[in-house]
């Protein structure tokens, strides 16, 4: 552990298993007493692979590291996440033969950017792009709401999401952007081929510069005036992409 690495102390089985399984920097296990032995058994044999310390201590113990927490009776002690580089994550993603990217414009809920990411993954996605400022980052919060995903789903960080928005296109992305109320509804857009998906802040939505340099404007249709949360929104616009796409290798 270098003297300037960030500590984390993640929770929940599911973050804390897919930290295990990572690569990610991991320093000690901490169980509580009474969890279900083959849980138990599957967490001490994990942390042995990677030579990781366990230590079995009281549930009390773990609410006092972590308060008002769902540890789930696990939490570990890590290194940080890095982002994944910009130029050298455009050159993998582009060699795809249906890129499959998530744009982030300004998200800001811990939760929204966790359930995001674990959506990303479920549904094939190839990275997930965030802006530096004014977003929420890699953290304990996003490792729990995102199941862990975070552990495997790229996540690359960008100063000015214009001119990510700009190479992408270079790459052979088409950039659709999430409007709430402009644009084609999502069920006639053709989601095939390479995608970069932009979803807007939560309550503001996509900034008017990133709008036009979006390709297409997509909106999901709704039978009420009331918007989707952001997370849902992304959601549901990845699976209609999600179904295209197995349509179209059916074929």
Same mark, same amino acid.
């Given at each position: 552990?270098?003297?300037?690495?960030?500590?984390?102390?993640?929770?929940?089985?599911?973050?804390?298993?897919?930290?295990?399984?990572?690569?990610?920097?991991?320093?000690?296990? =901490?169980?509580?007493?009474?969890?279900?032995?083959?849980?138990?058994?599957?967490?001490?044999?994990?942390?042995?692979?990677?030579?990781?310390?366990?230590?079995? %201590?009281?549930?009390?113990?773990?609410?006092?590291?972590?308060?008002?927490?769902?540890?789930?009776?696990?939490?570990?002690?890590?290194?940080?996440?890095?982002?994944?580089? =910009?130029?050298? =994550?455009?050159?993998?993603?582009?060699?795809?033969?249906?890129?499959?990217?998530?744009?982030?414009?300004?998200?800001?809920?811990?939760?929204?950017?966790?359930?995001?990411?674990?959506?990303?993954?479920?549904?094939?996605?190839?990275?997930?792009?965030?802006?530096?400022?004014?977003?929420?980052?890699?953290?304990?919060? %996003?490792?729990?709401?995102?199941?862990?995903?975070?552990?495997?789903?790229?996540?690359?960080?960008?100063?000015? /999401?214009?001119?990510?928005?700009?190479?992408?296109?270079?790459?052979?992305? =088409?950039?659709?952007? /999430?409007?709430?109320?402009?644009?084609?509804?999502?069920?006639?857009?053709?989601?095939?081929?390479?995608?970069?998906?932009?979803?807007?802040?939560?309550?503001?939505? /996509?900034?008017?510069?990133?709008?036009?340099?979006?390709?297409?404007?997509?909106?999901?249709?709704?039978?009420?005036?009331?918007?989707?949360?952001?997370?849902?929104?992304?959601?549901?616009?990845?699976?209609?992409?999600?179904?295209?796409?197995?349509?179209?290798?059916?074929?």
């Amino acid at each position: 552990m270098s003297e300037t690495e960030t500590i984390q102390r993640l929770y929940g089985k599911h973050p804390v298993r897919e930290a295990l399984r990572s690569k990610r920097p991991v320093y000690r296990l =901490w169980l509580a007493q009474g969890l279900n032995p083959g849980m138990v058994r599957e967490f001490e044999k994990l942390a042995k692979a990677r030579q990781v310390p366990v230590q079995i %201590v009281p549930h009390k113990k773990l609410d006092q590291m972590l308060p008002g927490k769902p540890h789930q009776g696990l939490i570990a002690e890590t290194g940080s996440i890095d982002y994944a580089n =910009w130029d050298l =994550w455009l050159k993998q993603v582009s060699r795809k033969s249906q890129p499959f990217v998530v744009v982030l414009d300004q998200i800001q809920d811990p939760h929204n950017l966790g359930a995001i990411v674990r959506t990303a993954e479920a549904a094939g996605v190839h990275g997930v792009v965030i802006t530096r400022h004014h977003s929420v980052g890699i953290s304990e919060v %996003v490792a729990k709401a995102s199941a862990g995903a975070i552990e495997t789903v790229p996540l690359v960080q960008v100063t000015n /999401l214009a001119q990510a928005l700009e190479a992408l296109k270079v790459a052979g992305i =088409w950039v659709m952007g /999430l409007s709430a109320d402009q644009g084609q509804s999502h069920f006639q857009a053709n989601l095939t081929g390479g995608l970069a998906l932009v979803i807007g802040n939560e309550h503001k939505g /996509l900034r008017p510069n990133i709008e036009k340099h979006c390709d297409v404007l997509l909106n999901i249709p709704a039978e009420t005036p009331r918007s989707l949360n952001a997370s849902v929104a992304a959601a549901v616009v990845m699976y209609e992409a999600v179904r295209q796409r197995q349509a179209a290798r059916a074929k």
